[in-house]
C-alpha cells in the first residue's frame, strides 16, 4: 500500500490549504484514514481521522471547527481541508491508513500501519 500525501505549502496566518492523499489501494472504502503533524522536536500528533464510508470524523480540539477530513471513495483519496490556519500549524503533515478493514477511529499513530511521505506546511504570522 502506497499513500502520496500532497498540497502543503507557505500561507499566511488566517489563510487556507488543501491537503491530498492518494492511496494505491483497491479496496479503499474499508479502511480508516488518519491525519496527523510533526512539528520539529516533537511527537507525531494527531490531527483528526475519518471512517471508512467518510461518514464519522474526529478530530483533535486544537483544530476543531477549522480543518475538516473528507474521503472520496471513488479517486481513493482523503482530504484534509485546513481553514484559519494558525503559526502553531506549522508541520510535516501526514496520512496514515489502518492494515486491517473495518477498524476503530483511533488517535493514536501506532495503529496505523502506512503512511505517506509527509508534506509541509508552514504558517507566517
Not at 516533537?42 to 471512517?51: A, L, Q, S
Not at 467518510?54 to 475538516?68: A, E, H, L, N
Request: net charge positive; glycine share 12%; aromatic share 14%.
Amino acid at each position: 500500500v502506497q499513500l502520496q500525501a500532497s498540497g502543503g505549502g507557505l500561507v499566511q496566518a488566517g489563510g487556507s490549504l488543501r491537503l491530498s492523499c492518494a492511496v494505491s489501494r483497491r479496496t479503499f472504502t474499508r479502511y480508516v484514514m488518519g491525519w496527523f503533524r510533526q512539528a520539529p522536536g516533537k511527537e507525531r500528533e494527531f490531527v483528526g481521522v475519518i471512517n471508512w464510508s467518510g461518514g464519522s470524523t474526529y478530530y483533535s480540539d486544537s483544530v476543531k471547527g477549522r480543518f475538516t477530513i473528507s474521503k472520496d471513495n471513488s479517486r481513493n483519496t482523503a482530504y484534509l481541508q485546513m481553514n484559519s490556519l494558525k503559526p502553531e500549524d506549522t508541520a510535516l503533515y501526514y496520512c496514515g491508513v489502518q492494515r486491517t478493514a473495518w477498524g476503530p477511529l483511533t488517535k493514536y499513530p501506532t495503529d496505523y500501519d502506512f503512511w505517506g511521505q509527509g508534506t509541509q506546511v508552514t504558517v507566517s504570522s
